[in-house]
Structure formats: C-alpha cells, structure tokens
C-alpha cells in the first residue's frame, strides 16, 4: 500500500483485509488459500461467494447473504443427519438415533437463532436488496425442500418401527406404554417443534421488513399472509394428531381435589405412593 495514499483509518481496514494477513505466531501469511485450514475448508471459494465490498446494492447485503448460505449449509447438514435416523431406525439402534435427533434439534434451533441477526436490518435497507433478488422464495430453498423431503422418510421409518413391535401411537403414548419408544417420538416431535419455530421466526422476520397482510405480496407473487399457516404446518402430523386422541379419551374423574390430602392411599403419584410403601413395608 502506497505511504501516500490518504486513507481514513476504516478505508486502510477495508483494505487489508482484502489482502492475506500475516499470522505472528504462525509466522505464515493466511489468506491466500495455501495453509491446510484454508484447503480443507476451501475458504477461497467459501468467501468468494457473497457479493464483493463495490459490487453490493447496500451494506447489509453481505450480512443477507452470509446468513441465508449459512442457513443452506445448516440444513443441508440437518437433512443429511435425518437419513441416518432412518437407517438407524430400520436397524432398531435406538439410542444411536436419539442421539442423533438431539444433534437435528441443536442444528434447528441455530439456524432459527440466526434469522435474529436479520432482525437488525431496517425495512428501509431491505427494500433496497429486495429489488435485486428476482423472484426468490423459502419455497425455493434447498435446504427447507430436502428437510421437508427427508421428514418423509423419518415418518415410514417410525412406521416400521412401531410394527415390528407390535406398537400404535396411541399405545405407545398410554400410561405404561414402552419408554424407549416414546422417547424417540418426542425427540421427533422435539425436531418437529424446532422446525416450525423457526418458520415462525421467518414468519416474524417477513413481519418486520414488508409486512404481513393479504394485500403485500411476497416476491414469488404469493401474499405474505399464507406465511400463517405455512409456519404451523407440521412435518410429522400424526404425532401432533395423538394428542388429539389422547385428549379426547381423557375424563375428568381419578384426580386428587385442590386442597385435598394427597398422602391419602387414592391421592399423589402411584410410583412416589409405591415407594413409600415399601419403606414403610420394609422391616
């Protein structure tokens, strides 16, 4: 860099990181794409992808883009993990699956977090991106299709599972039913939930920047207002549905009254009333 050139102190930060910086420690300059961190992760490529510092049509466009990439990868990797529940499923490696359910559900609620970043983009900027961005739509995302794709094969995988033992939904979710099994259905209702809140976080973002209202369109031509019940549609229906079941079976009568004795043999929980039983049992 010139010694002459005039630069303001945010101007010369600009442009040094345009450049490879030199790492002290290291003794090596990062950046230009030689080190095995940069190669493994292709970050030459990985940072090329957004619009260069004098191309963008506001500031905020780089912050856009980097969240809706990330967003891609997220899900690319949250569906790529769901395959492999349903391989785990099928071989009836329960714990493997759980395991992996929880890892979905972390994904999930990160790429949900991210959409708060957005928030911080003013409806005035982002009219200004929109103008440039066609007619692009959710419903075009990779990520969001190949999850909703992949829910599928979660759902006939539960099926299967449910039949080589002998099981229904509603038997798994009655008093006493099989634990292992239900966890596996609540992990699945747990991914499920972390799904729809982050639609419901879009749905909100959509609500900040354009507006939601029958008469705003969204750029696929469709009103924002069907976001509504976009953001309340389920992946796994008939898990949501049990409960319908449950609730309609349910009857009033068996409870403990406000106020009434629950140390009376018909009153408290049965396990906490079996064990202290036995304690008062055992000589």
């Not at 500031?59 to 769901?82: G, I, N």
């Not at 809140?197 to 969204?218: E, M, Y």
């Not at 229906?237 to 068996?254: F, H, I, Q």
Request: glycine share 8%; proline share 5%.
């Amino acid at each position: 860099m010139s010694a002459s050139m005039d630069y303001s102190p945010a101007e010369r930060l600009r442009l040094e990181l345009a450049e490879p910086l030199f790492n002290p420690l290291l003794k090596k300059w990062v950046g230009k794409g030689e080190l095995d961190y940069e190669v493994y992760l292709k970050t030459p490529t990985l940072l090329s992808l957004q619009a260069a510092d004098g191309e963008r049509v506001a500031h905020d466009e780089l912050m856009f883009q980097v969240v809706h990439q990330a967003q891609e990868l997220w899900l690319k990797l949250a569906s790529r993990e769901a395959v492999e529940v349903v391989a785990e499923l099928d071989r009836d490696a329960l714990w493997a699956a759980s395991a992996r359910l929880e890892r979905i559900c972390r994904v999930l609620q990160a790429v949900k977090q991210e959409l708060a970043i957005m928030e911080t983009m003013t409806p005035d900027t982002y009219q200004v991106i929109r103008r440039s961005l066609g007619n692009g739509s959710g419903q075009e995302s990779p990520g969001y299709n190949m999850l909703r794709k992949v829910a599928q094969g979660l759902e006939g995988a539960l099926d299967r599972l449910l039949a080589r033992r002998g099981q229904t939904l509603t038997s798994v979710y009655r008093a006493g039913g099989p634990d292992d099994l239900k966890r596996i259905c609540e992990q699945l209702v747990d991914m499920d939930e972390a799904f729809q809140g982050w639609l419901h976080a879009h749905f909100q973002l959509v609500r900040r920047t354009i507006g939601v209202d029958r008469s705003v369109k969204a750029l696929d031509g469709l009103p924002t207002q069907v976001l509504q019940g976009r953001m309340t549609l389920p992946l796994f229906r008939e898990l949501w549905d049990v409960r319908l079941e449950l609730t309609a079976g349910w009857r009033r009568e068996g409870g403990v009254a406000p106020g009434a004795d629950r140390g009376s043999p018909g009153g408290g929980c049965p396990m906490a009333h079996a064990a202290r039983t036995q304690q008062v049992e055992r000589p």
